[in-house]
């Protein structure tokens, strides 16, 4: 359940994402499509840049996970036997009276009092505010002809219940979220989220395939091919960083669901007999600090432990790493123990033993499997979220002057310094300037600018999240080569040699 709702700060981070080319949506020019996005120029950059960190950190940094790029359209029978072709749906509902659609679980209900007595119930969106529930709640009022009934704000407040919790005759009592009259939601319904297209000529039944709708398939797929061919010996993961494709009933909330986005997953295998529980908690332990390494305080991720009623059947335990969103605490961050379900699934359906032989224990056995699973659409929103921030900070005569300035660690930032020849009528500064960008551009990606007043300047790089600001003026030219490098977030400012300027750069970027 969402804890706090901030929808200007969703509405700040959507407009600087737009206004300096961080994230547009698809298909502007014809009106957008709903549940699809494009990066732009800096998007791009920080979306490289979480991966290639992931990555590096997940698995370049260690001996024990390998990776994978498997393709987006499988075999179709690797979606039965995952269970993804009967089981993977979410319940739908429909709104008869403004035909809108909703996903029955995101359809939070509220019971309205008026005067102490049952006037109705509101279904909210999750992450509703308290203002707007209110609205709901009067129109209650009003269809019940109790214009002056005190209506109990307490109850707008609390946890709710979710739609597909609450007995049927109540649901002929509640109001939709878009609706003005009672009762006009149906009842739950299942709609199949995979996206199916057609392979090859033939148009019939058997051509149909799916987009995949996780990466996690494509692991357990090649899993006997990675067994096979490398030296990993258990326990040992497969990482994969790719599309997913799912045909969200309601996409929202900017790319924090959407209908095609990009996971990073790992399939980290162990014996059936290993301590999951311990290892479970080492892979959460491993994900919070990895976010926090990248700028995601620890603060503002919470675990979510699935109850064990809840779980699925084949799943051990799952705890979901949750972020304070702008729209609410929501799951960033799956990491389930999947037990050795999948393995034997596509055992039994291929026909292909999933054995592994462990050269410690001399035994055979299909390894069970913790898979923590990131989207990196989500993260990206959770880095800008955590990043985002307005201060004030004097101009460059002195005034007092508002700023907005993305506060990205170094090294995630799409820009890592900025280059600024103090004057751009001074050739000799220029060419500083521009020799130097040269040689930080071999290495890391930076940006070089000579246009408006150096403050103006600074104020552009804050916006985009440059954490480095580095001006080349007369001394430099007749003094002391040394550069004045200039700190986004203390805006303080040091002089620095270009030596050590080289060494700094390196020990806040690549650490
Ligand atoms: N293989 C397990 C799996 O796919 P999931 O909880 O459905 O589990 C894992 O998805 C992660 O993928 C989520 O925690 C989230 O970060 C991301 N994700 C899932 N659906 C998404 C969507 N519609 N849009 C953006 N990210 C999504």
Redesign the pocket.
């Given at each position: 359940m969402p804890e706090t709702n901030n929808n200007s700060l969703m509405d700040s981070i959507i407009a600087l994402c737009k206004r300096r080319g961080f994230i547009f949506a698809s298909s502007e020019i014809y009106g957008g499509y709903n549940?699809f996005f494009d990066y732009g120029p800096l998007g791009v950059e920080l979306r490289n840049n979480i991966k290639n960190i992931w990555w590096r950190d997940m698995v370049q940094r260690r001996e024990d996970i390998v990776g994978l790029d498997s393709s987006i359209i499988m075999h179709p029978n690797i979606w039965k036997a995952s269970g993804h072709v009967d089981g993977f749906s979410d319940p739908m509902v429909d709104c008869k009276e403004s035909k809108l659609r909703y996903r029955a679980d995101q359809l939070i209900v509220f019971e309205v009092l008026l005067d102490n007595e049952l006037g109705g119930y509101i279904a909210t969106l999750e992450g509703c505010e308290l203002s707007e529930k209110i609205k709901q709640a009067k129109k209650i009022r009003n269809l019940k002809g109790k214009k002056e009934a005190k209506i109990d704000e307490k109850k707008l407040g609390s946890k709710g219940t979710e739609f597909t919790d609450i007995d049927k005759k109540d649901r002929l009592i509640t109001l939709g979220p878009d609706a003005d009259v009672l009762g006009t939601l149906t009842e739950p319904r299942e709609f199949k989220l995979m996206f199916e297209t057609k392979v090859g000529s033939l148009a019939d039944e058997s051509s149909v395939a799916y987009l995949r709708?996780?990466?996690?398939q494509g692991i357990f797929s090649n899993y006997k091919n990675i067994v096979d061919t490398g030296r990993v010996k258990i326990p040992f993961g497969i990482a994969q960083i790719g599309k997913?494709f799912?045909n969200?009933i309601t996409?929202r909330n900017f790319?924090?669901?959407?209908?095609e986005?990009?996971?990073m997953?790992i399939e980290y295998f162990i014996a059936p007999d290993a301590d999951w529980k311990s290892l479970h908690r080492e892979w959460l332990d491993n994900c919070i600090n990895w976010l926090a390494s990248i700028g995601i305080p620890k603060e503002s991720v919470s675990e979510d432990v699935h109850p064990e009623n809840k779980l699925a059947f084949y799943s051990q335990a799952t705890t979901?790493l949750m972020f304070d969103f702008p729209h609410g605490r929501q799951?960033?961050?799956?990491v389930?123990c999947r037990s050795d379900y999948d393995l034997k699934q596509h055992q039994e359906h291929s026909g292909k033993s999933m054995e592994i032989f462990d050269e410690a224990t001399k035994l055979k056995f299909v390894p069970h499997v913790i898979?923590p699973?990131?989207?990196?659409?989500?993260?990206l929103l959770a880095v800008l979220t955590a990043a985002y921030d307005e201060d004030e900070i004097p101009n460059d005569k002195g005034n007092v002057e508002k700023r907005t300035v993305l506060r990205f660690s170094p090294k995630i930032a799409p820009y890592k310094a900025a280059i600024f020849p103090l004057v751009k009528n001074k050739p000799e500064l220029v060419d500083l300037a521009l020799d130097l960008h040269k040689k930080l551009q071999k290495r890391w990606n930076v940006f070089y600018d000579a246009s408006g007043a150096i403050g103006r300047r600074y104020r552009r790089q804050d916006e985009i999240g440059t954490p480095y600001g580095i001006t080349i003026d007369f001394d430099t030219l007749e003094k002391d080569g040394a550069v004045t490098l200039r700190d986004r977030d203390t805006t303080k400012q040091k002089r620095m040699l270009p030596e050590e300027l080289f060494a700094f750069l390196e020990s806040k970027i690549d650490g």
């Open positions: 549940g709708p996780e990466t996690a997913a799912r969200e996409p790319i924090f669901r959407s209908r986005f990009e996971q997953e979901d799951e960033l961050w799956g389930a898979e699973s990131l989207g990196v659409d989500r993260t």
